[in-house]
């Protein structure tokens, strides 16, 4: 009998495998994000866009995402410094300072998001993506929650490369 073997049918590994399996499970519902789906990018601007480029943009705008829910629920505006600069951030971040002086938080949940590429310009300094996504948001009032609604919303987003990674530098929802 080999190690693995002996590990896996003794109460000790038993009760390990059972650990690491809900370990995982809470990992995979805790994240309650689907893969992302983006639109095929062919003709987005006078520069064509690259399948590397596209894929690096779209990880960096998801990255934003998790940066923007960590700045909500825990009112910290800093939180958004590694994926908005500019008006994003400056908008941003003024929402959260608005909701902290009133006592609240915001917590988001994202449940999926449709990407497509709209524009990617000549000089490859900025691309366009429209963004479809679905997610809970909690309001939290001093400490109780207020309510959860679930939304479908579609957001415009501009991101510009900078030294190590793409930001976003425009977001807003597209009413």
């Known amino acids: 009998m080999s190690t693995l073997e002996r590990i896996v049918t003794s109460h000790v590994g038993k009760f390990m495998l059972f650990a690491l399996f809900i370990v995982i499970v809470t ?4 994240s309650g994000q689907s893969a992302p789906h983006v639109q095929t990018i062919d003709a987005v601007g006078p520069r064509p866009l690259e399948k590397q480029t596209a894929d690096r943009v779209s990880h960096f705008y998801l990255e934003a ?30 929402a959260i300072r608005q909701q902290q002086a009133l006592g609240m938080k915001t917590q988001y ?21 429209l963004d479809t996504v679905d997610y809970d948001v909690q309001v939290i009032d001093h400490g109780h929650v207020v309510g959860t609604r679930h939304m479908h919303s579609r957001y415009v987003a501009v991101l510009t490369p900078t030294e190590v990674r793409w930001k976003v ?6 009413l």
């Open 27 to 30: 990992l995979v519902q805790a």
């Open 109 to 129: 949940q994202d449940r999926g998001h449709d990407l497509k590429f709209v524009f990617y310009s000549s000089e490859g300094l900025s691309v366009q993506l």
């Open 169 to 174: 530098r425009f977001f807003q929802a597209d």
């Open 65 to 94: 995402w998790k940066d923007l829910r960590t700045a909500f629920a825990e009112n910290r505006p800093q939180a958004l410094d590694a994926s908005f600069v500019g008006v994003a951030r400056e908008k941003l971040a003024e």
